[in-house]
């Protein structure tokens, strides 16, 4: 969709020039070092695994269901951190959890590329007082990728 071509693209810029720099982390880097959150980077990286897959369905579920949407926001009461812990990503192959993030990014750029401009002003309960548009929730994602991809580089500073 052409109202999101820079966003699109500056998501594909970060996938080209961050892969590479990924696979060449060293395993203590990745693993031992800890931001504000206490997440090491292969945690960083799961959480944005997690990210990709719950605004793609977010941005799907925009799309079909009735406005405001009903969809669970995984971001609250720590459940980011759940997700972190029960997927393990601590323990999970470096090589696959960069696959993955890769992959899912190149993923939720299709299904923004195929947006239906008619639904996005369609809203999502994010909590009892706020609601996020389809439109900001696309912008959000960017800026939720970027806020950790900074996090990463400083990491590995």
Known sequence: MSEFIQITHEI??????WEPKLFSLAEDTITKRRNSQ???IKQILG???????????????????QSPCQ??????????????????????????IVKLW????LHIVHVINNVDASKLDNKWQYSDVKFISLRENIINYLQHLKLHIGEINELNS
């Not at 959480?47 to 269901?65: E, G, V």
């Not at 609250?76 to 192959?93: A, K, L, P, T, V």
């Open 38 to 40: 206490k997440r090491n």
């Open 47 to 65: 959480h944005l695994i997690d990210s990709a897959s719950n605004n793609t369905h977010r941005i799907i579920h925009l799309q079909y269901q």
């Open 102 to 105: 890769k992959y899912s990014n």
């Open 71 to 96: 969809y669970p926001n995984y971001g609250s009461n720590g459940n980011n951190d759940r997700w972190i812990s029960i997927q393990d990503y601590q323990n999970e192959n470096w090589d696959t």
């Open 12 to 17: 594909m810029s970060i996938v080209e020039e």
